[in-house]
């Protein structure tokens, strides 16, 4: 690990006396971070995060301060501009203290460790984030942003410096009683999430009724206006939404399309009584809840409207006002949820009825919203060939000022000449005067009773009031791109790209997501353990992967080998890379031998603390990102191979036992079984009528074991906040529907398997002599009941009819 510059000694006679002011070093110039150069330049002697500041705060007998941020923060830029930039602060702080300045997009445990310590010594939290340590990295005071002179009930930021120092210097046993007070705290915390379940009780995902439950939960805070959850500010609930849709699909709808005022967000609530019990009126509930949500995030301002993709997050309640940086992560994630949902809304619109209309045109919807998202992030490739991180929200507006969203507003009088009554774009809020663009056209479309209307975005006008906008744009500086490659968010785009590849037919999505795979893994080498959490410029960070790191990689292998036409079970390639991942999972961060199993998320080698935060915030948590990486290999992959090593041959005894069910007809239902992560599946026979080994069955059961252990920690969460459980609960609703997979030959059977909201799998493999399938035709599995092959798209169809809940 690279701990400072190396061209600039950290000891001897650059190292000043007690109470000596120091020499100014620049050690960020060469820092990988973007955020980090950023500040290379400011009068404070910034160190990067490393074990040498930490003695150098030892030798000179001053507290460590650990400031927090990333490049695209836009009160890290004020904070920076008003302290940082500041003479007089910079000498105080270069006198009483040796200052750390940490992307927390790069060193996300150490951000996790001190946002659990800020949080829970001022019960927010936030960015940029300011802590001050002892010289072992123990926290005692934390906050976030400080203004340069006192505000009501907030300290300036050199008072809250000098009063600091103060306490340092003649009451530092009450300092070191908060540290231990706080870091034992904290270590607690840590060790009942690691533990995960009290020792002696079953390993056990959330079931149905906990499901059931948890969407009842949600619609408590829901927000039946404009969608979300909760007050403002509204983060997209993206994660969330991927579980309802998952829910639906499992217990359905059933008459949920018809009747009611949509309001932009169709009122299923209606045919809460024409489904199937308790659970498909919750289904209806969970339809409302997301088409309310999607058609308002997709019409307000922050989506952008005119280049494509979304915000992180709105200010107002509306959708209408962003924060407008843009984050690689939440557009990935963007994907994700609108091809869910576009499947969805295709599967309703199929089954006729007084809703099919209604849900046509949100499949519509659903459609631009991916479609769309996935060309902006397409504008976002590095010159290494990956996804920038982040843009900026602030640029330079016409006076050389840098203003939050002056790329993206549009001056009032301009909207109101250019764009008339009727345009697809209408100003919505205001950010520094100017107005945000907003598509409220949307929603009239959906509310409409016509038929066969033409959606609002398509037409010549609309395209030309959007070349418009973009002159306007064109004319303006560009915002700050935070280029640097982060190796997890990386990883879920290329896996949403995937998906989309599929779900939407377009090739050329999967070769993106394999030509910005490859770029990804360039600066990894996975065989000898090493995966980067970031990279820049081609070169790969100081800072190594975590657990989401290694996670998501092993996922987006998993989500290129199932679109691999002609890909036999051998391991190599994907599959291969998957597996290095799964295993280096299962022996760096995961102790599978431990009762109950345990799991951190990292731990950072400076300082020595773990973290294993099991919430999913803006992106999975490391725990739900394995746990979805096991439930895939669980059932696909770890089953069909056995785990083997390149040229390994497959040992074990063979199980004789045949699938069970009634297999005559490509219409008949699977019989109820026991619930299986797919440990069993590989024990059903091949198209050859050859049983797999026992061996390979023993291992698929180990991830399943794995994915119990990771996931059983949220049943007593999910009762407190089912909102920071949402993969979590989108992956324990996979589990209870019971896993249908679809394996195919043909990438049209595919396809058409793919717009199945009920369907976990599909899979293109190889087909004919020695293949996975036969050569024509798709086989359909749901646990580990599989129908011999079905000859054509027909009888596919009609058995994933035959299989899906109720929606119409």
């Known amino acids: 690990m690279k701990l400072r510059d190396a061209t600039v000694p950290a000891t001897g006679r ?84 040796v200052s750390i300045k940490v992307d927390r997009e790069e060193l996300p445990t150490v951000d996790a460790y001190y946002m659990d310590a800020l949080q829970a010594m001022r019960g927010a939290g936030g960015w940029p984030m300011t802590v001050i340590a002892d010289h072992d990295g123990r926290p005692f005071f934390t906050g976030t942003y400080f203004p340069p002179r006192p505000r009501p009930g907030q300290p300036a930021f050199r008072q809250v410096l000098s009063a600091v120092t103060e306490t340092w210097r003649t009451e530092r046993e009450r300092v070191d009683g908060i540290a231990s007070h706080l870091t034992d705290a904290l270590a607690a915390v840590h060790e009942k999430v690691a533990a995960s379940l009290p020792a002696g009780t079953a390993a056990e995902v959330p079931g149905a009724e906990e499901l059931t439950a948890a969407v009842e939960m949600l619609e408590a805070s829901f927000d039946a206006r404009t969608g979300g959850f909760g007050p403002a500010p509204k983060f997209p609930p993206l994660m969330t939404v991927i579980q309802l849709i998952t829910h639906i699909a499992r217990v359905g709808v059933g008459d949920a399309g018809g009747g009611g005022d949509s309001g932009g967000g169709a009122d299923a609530g209606s045919a809460a009584d024409a489904g199937s019990g308790a659970d498909a009126g919750s289904g209806a509930r969970a339809l409302r809840m997301v088409r309310t949500t999607m058609s308002h995030i997709a019409a307000g301002g922050m989506r952008d409207q005119v280049e494509g993709g979304i915000a992180r997050y709105s200010v107002d309640g509306q959708w209408h006002v962003p924060h407008f940086e843009k984050m690689l992560y939440d557009n990935a994630l963007y994907i994700r949820a609108t091809t869910a949902w576009f499947r969805l809304e295709q599967w309703l619109a199929g089954g006729g009825g007084t809703g099919a209309q209604l849900a046509s045109r949100y499949a519509a919807l659903a459609a631009r919203e991916a479609r769309e998202t996935i060309a902006y992030l397409r504008t976002t490739l590095t010159p290494e060939g990956t996804f920038a991180a982040a843009i900026d ?40 005067g100017r107005s945000v663009i907003t598509a409220p056209a949307l929603l009239d479309w959906l509310d409409s009773a016509q038929d066969a209307q033409t959606p609002p975005w398509e037409g010549e006008q609309v395209e030309a009031d959007r070349q418009l906008l973009l002159d306007m744009r064109a004319e303006r500086a560009f915002p700050h791109v935070d280029d640097k490659t982060v190796t997890e968010w990386n990883a879920l785009a290329v896996t949403a790209l995937a998906e989309a590849a599929l779900v ?89 031998s431990s009762e109950p199993m345990r799991c951190t998320d990292g731990t950072d080698p400076v300082i020595g603390f773990s973290t294993s935060d099991p919430v999913d915030n803006v992106t999975p948590a490391g725990r739900t990102a394995a746990a979805e990486l096991f439930l895939l290999l669980a059932e696909l992959i770890v089953p069909a191979i056995g785990w083997r090593e390149p040229g390994a041959g497959e040992t074990g005894d063979t199980d004789d036992r045949e699938g069970e069910g009634d297999h005559s007809g490509d219409g008949d239902r699977f019989n109820d079984g026991e619930h299986s992560v797919g440990g069993t599946r590989g024990e059903r026979a091949g198209t050859s009528g050859e049983p797999r080994p026992r061996g390979a069955a023993e291992l698929g059961a180990e991830a399943s074991d794995i994915v119990y252990g990771l996931l059983s920690v949220y049943r007593p ?92």
């Open 393 to 432: 929200a602030d640029s330079l507006d016409d006076h050389g000022r840098s203003v939050e969203g002056a790329y993206y507003t549009v001056a009032a009088a301009d909207m109101q000449d250019a764009f008339p009554t009727g345009s697809l774009f209408t100003a919505a809020g205001r950010v520094e």
């Open 504 to 592: 939407f037919a377009e090739p050329d999505y999967a070769d993106t997501a394999r030509e910005v795979f490859t770029a990804l893994l360039a600066t990894a080498d996975l065989p000898a353990g090493r995966l980067p959490r970031s990279s820049a410029a081609g070169k790969p960070g100081d800072n190594a992967g975590g657990l989401a790191d290694w996670a998501g990689v092993g996922r987006a292998a998993i989500a290129l080998e199932l679109l691999d036409t002609g890909r036999r079970h051998a391991v190599g390639d994907n599959l291969g890379i998957a597996v290095a991942a799964a295993r280096h999972i299962r022996s760096h961060f995961i102790d599978t």
């Open 717 to 808: 969460l999910i009762q407190e906040a089912p909102r920071g459980c949402g993969w979590a609960l989108y992956l324990s609703e996979l589990l209870e529907s019971r896993m249908v997979h679809v394996t195919t030959a043909s990438r049209t059977l595919a396809e058409r398997a793919a717009r199945y909201p009920l369907v976990a799998v599909v899979e293109i493999a190889a087909e004919g002599p020695g293949g996975s399938v036969p050569e024509s035709g798709a086989t359909v599995c749901r646990d580990a009941i599989c129908l011999p092959p079905l000859s054509d798209e027909r009888a596919l169809a009609r058995q994933l009819d035959r299989l899906s809940p109720p929606r119409s």
């Open 14 to 97: 650059d190292r000043p006396e007690k109470g000596r002011k120091p020499a100014v070093v620049n050690r960020l110039r060469d820092a990988s971070s973007p955020y980090l150069r950023q500040h290379a330049d400011n009068p404070v002697d910034w160190w990067p995060w490393c074990a040498e500041a930490f003695d150098e705060a030892r030798s000179r007998d001053v507290p460590v301060l650990v400031s927090i941020g990333y490049s695209t923060c836009h009160w890290c830029h004020v904070m920076a501009a008003e302290s940082f930039a500041d003479p007089e602060t910079a000498a105080q702080l270069n006198a009483d203290y």
